[in-house]
């Protein structure tokens, strides 16, 4: 079965960086689109970033662009989401997840979630 | 602000029937299908429609979506203690290049 493991999340300062990883298992990943979703505290759900299967593509939420890279590596079945300039409003529970379809679309196929803390 | 628009709350009482909506525009619902989650607080969001209309296996049949023009709606019938979450809606916005979530709305059973 599908399965997406984060991993990266920790406490970190005001403009420092961080980088997450997601593990992935149980289809070929290396022929689906992937996502990052983030939620922060007591909020709704918040799309970040996604990626083609082959990496070709990517986009990113407005408030991540120039900030975050979402790259992947096909080989080792990872995706990884680098995140620099962090602010407090970056922080939440980020979540991989994987579209129903290989195309793309919105998820279908969650992780667990790693928590990003922004703090002094 | 989300630009799919949820009520933020809902209520009925066991064995009701609750319809929540989800209304955009033609640039991604009105073009796009769309998801919805379950979320109990804590957790990871979990699927219970794709594509509109359709469940996921273990998502049993009093669960349903549908989509009309720009807007959708997810239907919980024989409402159950178990069914207390948050639900969000989500589609892919063809103007944004990019997923959009609905507000959230919290189900409350009475």
């Known amino acids: 079965q599908v399965q997406l493991v984060e991993s990266g999340g920790d406490v970190v300062q005001p403009g420092r960086s961080l980088r997450l990883s997601c593990a992935a298992s149980?289809?070929?990943?290396?022929?689906?689109?992937m996502h990052w979703v983030r939620q922060a505290p007591g909020k709704g759900l918040q799309w970040v970033a996604f990626?083609?299967?082959?990496?070709?593509?990517?986009y990113y939420a407005d408030s991540v662009k120039g900030r975050f890279t979402i790259s992947r590596d096909n080989s080792k079945n990872t995706l990884s989401l680098q995140m620099n300039s962090l602010g407090y409003e970056d922080t939440g529970v980020y979540y991989c997840?994987?579209?129903?379809?290989?195309?793309?679309?919105?998820?279908?196929?969650w992780g667990q979630g790693t928590l990003v803390t922004v703090s002094s | 602000q989300s630009v799919l628009t949820q009520p933020p709350s809902a209520s009925g009482t066991p064995g009701q029937r609750v319809i929540i909506s989800c209304s955009g525009s033609?640039?991604?619902?009105?073009?796009?299908?769309v998801n919805w989650y379950q979320q109990v607080p804590g957790t990871a969001p979990k699927l219970l429609i794709y594509?509109?209309?359709q469940r996921p296996s273990g998502v049993p049949d009093r669960i349903s979506g549908s989509k009309s023009g720009t807007s959708a709606s997810l239907a919980i019938s024989g409402l159950q203690s178990e069914d207390e979450a948050d639900y969000y809606c989500?589609?892919?916005?063809?103007?944004?290049?990019?997923?959009?979530f609905g507000g959230g709305t919290q189900l409350t059973v009475l």
């Open positions: 997840a994987r579209p129903i379809f290989n195309y793309g679309g919105p998820p279908g196929y």
């Open positions: 149980g289809f070929t990943f290396s022929t689906y689109a």
């Open positions: 990626i083609s299967y082959d990496g070709s593509k990517k």
């Open positions: 033609s640039s991604n619902i009105g073009s796009n299908p």
């Open positions: 594509s509109s209309n």
């Open positions: 989500a589609t892919w916005d063809d103007s944004l290049n990019g997923v959009l």
